[in-house]
């Protein structure tokens, strides 16, 4: 015959915090600021056509460059987090299949209008309200 263990008294749950099981009201609440539908909190903002330049390390390019290669617009070279002439040459394919015989810039370096339409996922913080 086996002896019974003598274990800690179980914890009294006779009562319960009211805020561990109420459902927040859904209907009356106001979508946060950065919901998910706001393009602001979705997409990295245009950083200007400055910011692309030999030597620029960022996690922006690197964005940049998976969403490049997912429209098929590599061409086989790494393209990292460092600005280079692959990246160039990506955004410039990626600038020909917006903006087809040539109409329009079609350098390389990214323009607001071609970058929007990239919609390269947000890497940096959202900006604080003030």
Same mark, same amino acid.
């Given at each position: 015959m086996t002896r019974a263990k +003598?274990?800690?008294?179980e914890p009294d749950t006779t009562t319960v915090d009211p805020a561990l099981t109420t459902a927040p009201d859904v209907a009356s609440?106001?979508?946060? /600021?950065? %919901?998910? &539908? &706001?393009? %602001?909190a979705r997409y990295e903002p245009y950083p200007g056509a400055a $910011? $692309? @330049?030999?030597?620029?390390?960022?996690? *922006? /390019?690197? %964005?940049?460059?998976?969403?490049?290669?997912?429209?098929?617009?590599? &061409?086989?070279? @790494?393209?990292?987090?460092? !600005?280079? +002439?692959?990246?160039?040459? %990506? $955004?410039a394919a990626w600038q020909r299949q917006l903006r087809p015989k040539g109409?329009? &810039?079609v350098s390389g *370096?990214?323009?607001?209008?071609? !970058?929007?339409r990239l919609h390269v996922p947000r890497v940096t913080p959202l900006p604080k309200e003030s």
């Open positions: +003598n274990y800690p008294a609440s106001e979508p946060p /600021v950065d %919901a998910p &539908d &706001d393009p %602001a $910011f $692309f @330049h030999g030597g620029r390390h960022s996690q *922006i /390019v690197t %964005a940049m460059s998976r969403r490049l290669e997912a429209e098929g617009c590599g &061409d086989g070279r @790494h393209l990292g987090p460092d !600005w280079t +002439n692959a990246h160039r040459d %990506a $955004f109409a329009g &810039d *370096i990214p323009d607001e209008t071609a !970058w929007d």
